[in-house]
């Protein structure tokens, strides 16, 4: 698990990557029926299940990551989610289009996930998050540079529109340039996704 | 519910008052920040309000420009245009997070005597000092250079993108042992895409180029033979769509001269 301060956010963002993630539907179906629970136990079910759970297969790199952190943190301050947490703004931030459900269903934790990556923005002041995120995913912790081995590339130009690039095609034979740019063209799209389209 | 720090109202600004200010234009302030701990550096452009222009107008401008360099630059990645990523952007406060290039401008690459003296200093073991035609420390001849720069700009014109602005200082060249670099090459990079714009038309082409004519002859000593290699090369990677661009070239420089003539 890797943390990064946003100082000018007040923010902490706690980051971790699972693999051979084994209760993903068990997961899915855990944030579904929080939402749902009234009272104490529906306060604590979703603090427990208070995480952005992302689908590591179309994250290209952890700056991918941080960058969706970063513009969602922005629009916590300035009063612009367009979901109901934080959390769920992360996920909203990496899919291109602005449709809520898509983002989920993309980026969010699916039934068939064996790779996630579990974060946990907070205020500065810290809580035991490795301990509470491993209470909720069955998987094994591996470090970020894991992911290398994880994205799916096909999956990632398919879903950012990128197939049909010329240039892209030009360079597919060369995968390290290719992934290189691919990753850069994305982050910049997360980057710029409130003055896109 | 994890609770959340009250919203900053402008965590832009508190931002801002942790960086360090590397340029000074007259539309934005330029600076170097981190946007989290562990971060590598990024260039935060920052568009200030200006006071005497209407409030309302001013948001819609500033919200205008801004978009317009993410999208430029975003059109030039996907066309394989050697430019800066974008890595954050706060629209309502005219704010730009660009990707660090790690390396120097080619105007101070060009530059005077002395910021070649400092260089060689610091890169004495790897430097080849005897060699003027090698920019210390960067191992790349002049010549070599802007060969790279004539062939960037065509790449761009060939993706219908007008920068609006090319000058030696708009465009640096990285270091090839950046770790950003992963093609372990210099390589030139195009940036500041604040008045960039996408035309088809081979008049926007021609003027874009006699914008850098005019920013070579007016920095750069004896600029003639360079701004005519990087022409060379602009022509090479152009090629059919050259004789068009060229004919307007001719126009432009002609109309300039007439202007100069009177003014
Ligand atoms: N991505 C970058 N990485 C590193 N340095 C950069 C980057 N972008 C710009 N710079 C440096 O900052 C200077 C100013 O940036 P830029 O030209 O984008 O801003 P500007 O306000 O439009 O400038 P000006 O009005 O002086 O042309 C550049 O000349 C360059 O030295
Ligand atoms: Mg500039």
Redesign the interface.
């Known amino acids: 698990m ?1 943390s ?8 902490i ?1 706690h980051v971790a990557l699972f693999d051979r993630v084994t209760n993903a539907g068990e997961i899915r179906a855990r944030i579904v029926r929080a939402s749902s629970l009234e009272g104490d136990e529906g ?1 604590a079910e ?2 427990a299940v ?1 995480f952005a759970f992302i689908d590591a297969r179309l994250v290209t790199s952890v ?1 991918h990551i ?2 969706a ?3 969602a ?2 629009a ?4 612009t989610l367009r979901t109901k ?2 959390h769920s703004e992360v996920i909203w931030a990496l899919n291109p289009s602005n449709n809520i459900t898509e983002a989920l269903r993309r980026y969010g934790v699916t039934d068939d996930s064996t790779a996630l990556f579990v974060i ?5 002041a810290s809580i035991d998050v490795r301990s509470r995120m491993s209470a909720v995913v069955e998987g094994t912790l591996v470090p970020m540079s894991a992911l290398a081995g994880l994205t799916d590339w096909v999956a990632v130009k398919k879903y950012n529109k ?1 197939g049909g ?1 010329p ?2 095609k ?2 597919q034979n060369d995968p ?2 290719e992934h ?2 691919i990753d ?2 994305v ?3 997360v ?6 389209g | ?5 009250l ?3 402008s ?2 600004a ?2 801002v008052r ?1 960086s360090v200010l590397i340029s000074q234009g007259a539309e934005a302030k330029v600076y170097r920040t981190t ?5 590598g550096p990024v260039l935060l452009k920052y568009r200030f309000s200006k006071q005497y222009r209407h409030a309302t107008l001013d948001a819609t401008l500033t ?1 205008a420009r ?2 317009g360099e ?2 430029a ?2 059109r030039c ?4 245009v050697s430019v800066p ?8 406060n005219g704010a730009l ?1 660009i ?1 660090w290039v790690d390396g120097k401008s080619v105007r101070s690459l060009l530059g005077s005597g002395d910021e070649g003296e400092r260089y060689r200093e610091e890169d004495e073991d790897i430097a080849p000092a005897e060699d003027e035609d090698l920019f210390v420390g960067y191992k790349v001849p002049k010549d070599a250079l802007m060969v790279m720069v004539g062939t960037e700009i065509a790449k761009m014109h060939l993706a219908d993108i007008i920068h609006g602005d090319l000058t030696t200082s708009n465009m640096m060249l990285r270091h090839p042992s950046s770790t950003m670099n ?2 372990g090459v210099h390589q030139l990079v195009l940036i500041d895409f604040g008045l960039a714009y996408t035309s088809t038309l081979a008049e926007d082409k021609a003027v874009d180029l006699y914008v850098l004519e005019r920013a070579f002859a007016s920095t750069h000593p004896e600029s003639e033979p360079l701004f005519s290699s990087v022409l060379d090369a602009y022509k090479r990677k152009m090629g059919k769509e050259w004789p068009a661009i060229g004919r307007k070239l001719e126009d432009v420089r002609l109309r300039g001269r007439k202007r100069s003539m009177v003014g």
Do not use: W
Request: proline share 6%; glycine share 6%; aromatic share 6%.
């Open positions: 890797e990064f301060a946003y100082p000018h956010f007040s923010s963002a306060d979703r603090e208070s700056l941080q960058t952190i970063t513009q943190l922005l916590a301050a300035q009063n947490t934080v946990r923005i907070e205020s500065l990128l690039d240039y892209i030009e360079i390290a340039h290189h740019l850069n063209i982050v910049s799209f980057a710029m996704k409130s003055v896109s | 519910m994890a609770l959340l720090p919203p900053d109202p965590p832009t508190a931002l942790s946007l989290h701990t562990g971060g919200r801004v978009a993410a999208r630059l975003v990645l996907r066309c394989g990523g974008l890595r954050f952007v706060d629209v309502a997070g990707e992963p093609l």
